[in-house]
């Protein structure tokens, strides 16, 4: 049984910064792309970042790049995203997903296999 367990989100001020896990079991992690989502209630889940099979090349959205840092674990079959600089707008439920395939999806429909979500909420 494939499973996604996000962790880290919390309550945080503004400018303050967050460490998000996800811990993948029941898929050969380093075979899997993993990227970072988020979504606010009624709205579209949005891109955040992703991350190839060996760690070696990122992608991110306009929004959080030079803010946000994803980043793996392979030993560990976790994926992690620093959140630094944190804006109130950043406030939303956090995302990991995976799926086989080589590219560095921005769309939801390009992953297969999806966590839970972790609440970050950021303070003014």
């Known amino acids: 049984q494939v499973q996604l367990v996000e962790s880290g989100g919390g309550l945080v001020q503004a400018g303050d910064s967050l460490r998000l896990s996800c811990v993948v079991s029941?898929?050969?992690?380093?075979?899997?792309?993993m990227g970072w989502f988020r979504q606010a209630p009624g709205k579209e889940r949005d891109f955040v970042a992703a991350?190839?099979?060996?760690?070696?090349?990122?992608r991110y959205a306009d929004s959080v790049k030079g803010r946000f840092t994803i980043s793996r674990d392979n030993a560990k079959n976790t994926v992690f995203l620093q959140l630094d600089s944190l804006k109130p707008e950043d406030t939303t439920v956090y995302y990991c997903?995976?799926?086989?395939?080589?590219?560095?999806?921005?769309?939801?429909?390009?992953?297969?296999?999806w966590g839970q979500g972790t609440l970050v909420t950021v303070s003014s």
């Open positions: 997903a995976a799926h086989h395939g080589l590219q560095l999806g921005v769309v939801p429909s390009a992953y297969d296999y």
């Open positions: 029941g898929l050969t992690f380093s075979w899997c792309t």
């Open positions: 991350i190839t099979r060996s760690g070696d090349e990122t």
